[in-house]
Each structure stands twice: as C-alpha cells, then as structure tokens.
C-alpha cells in the first residue's frame, strides 16, 4: 500500500491561507491547496480517504494575539522567553505559537493518524531553505519555489509563483518523509504532540 506525506502551514488566523501538499513516495505532488478556516481543514482531513496510510506534519502558527506594534509582531520569535527574568509575560504577549488547530490535530490523532508537528523556521533551515529575504515577501516565495524545484527535484512546481502557504507545506511534506524514514527527531512538545526536525 502507497504511503504519503501530507504537509500542512498552519496559517495563525483564518485570514492568512493554510497551506496543504500531498506528496507520494515518488515525489510528486498529488495535491497541493489552500485552506482558510479551521471547518476547511477539518472537512480536508475527513474527506482525505489515506490518512492511515499517511505521515502528517502540521507547523505550529505564531500566537499574533495582542501583536499592534511592528515591533512586537517581529521581535517575538528572537526574545529568550524562559531564559531572561525581566520580561513580564503579562496575558501571555510572549507566547511563541498559537492554539489555532489543536482540536482538530487532537481529533486526527484520536483517529489513528500519525501525526507530528514541526517549526516551519527550524526546519527550513535544517533544509537549508532559509533566504536572506523577508519571510513570505515574494523575494523569499521565489527563492523557496526555485529551491525546491532544483535541489529537491520537483519537476511539477510551475513557473508562475506558488501561494506562500503552499510553499510552505511542502517543506512540511519534506519533514514528514524524513520522519517515515526514521531521520528525525523530537525537538519539543506542543500541547501533547511532538515536535519533530531533521537530525
């Protein structure tokens, strides 16, 4: 029986697309998808007919919540959280990733389904996917897409550009292939699911 990767970029907010690849063991992509709300990618997951037969990877979304400033929205993901006593992390504005999807993750386990999550920021440079441009900017789109058609060898990537979100779960879909053959490990934990990356 076929096996396949499902990758998923989790978006933080039903406003941004969630991103969805399907990826076969002869690296083609059977699906590729763009979801809004979390009704979307829960009717996704009950309509994929392999889910059994699948390794999922779902990327943990930044918490925006609270997030009005520039700043705040881009120093987050660089502050010591645990490490430095003086910030205060008054109604949790330093907390790295949001809940979004955790429910639905929940229910696809309780199913049977092998699923893991990973940190899109981690992985893509394990990958070496990581650009020097700004994340999501159409710089950093075309850098990511033209990286993945030559050096991975996706040769039904089109030349016209990609959503990022689609982009994004490919990388997904590339992690969760290392997980089924075992080249992965657990980085951390994120409400109760492991958090896997490339060793």
């Not at 709300?37 to 999922?56: A, G, L, P």
């Not at 990733?97 to 386990?109: E, M, P, Q, T, V």
Request: glycine share 6%; hydrophobic share 40%; with cysteine.
């Amino acid at each position: 029986m076929a096996e396949y990767y499902v990758g998923m970029s989790l978006s933080p907010a039903s406003t941004i697309e969630t991103g969805v690849v399907v990826l076969d063991e002869n690296n083609t992509l059977i699906l590729v998808d763009k979801l809004f709300s979390m009704s979307d990618v829960q009717f996704f997951f009950d309509n994929f007919s392999s889910v059994k037969n699948s390794k999922i990877c779902i990327s943990l979304p930044w918490d925006n919540t609270l997030m009005t400033g520039k700043w705040r929205i881009l120093s987050k993901p660089y502050q010591l959280v645990t490490t430095h006593t003086g910030f205060l992390n008054t109604e949790n504005w330093l907390q790295r990733y949001s809940n979004r999807g955790c429910d639905c993750i929940n229910k696809l386990i309780a199913t049977g389904a092998d699923v893991k999550r990973f940190d899109l920021y981690l992985s893509r440079l394990k990958l070496n996917l990581y650009s020097n441009f700004k994340q999501r900017s159409p710089a950093d789109c075309k850098f990511l897409q033209n990286i993945l058609k030559n050096e991975f060898g996706f040769s039904d990537i089109p030349t016209n550009m990609m959503p990022a979100g689609a982009l994004e779960a490919i990388v997904g879909s590339l992690i969760a292939r290392a997980y089924s053959k075992g080249r992965t490990e657990v980085i951390s934990e994120f409400n109760g699911v492991d958090v896997i990356n490339l060793k």
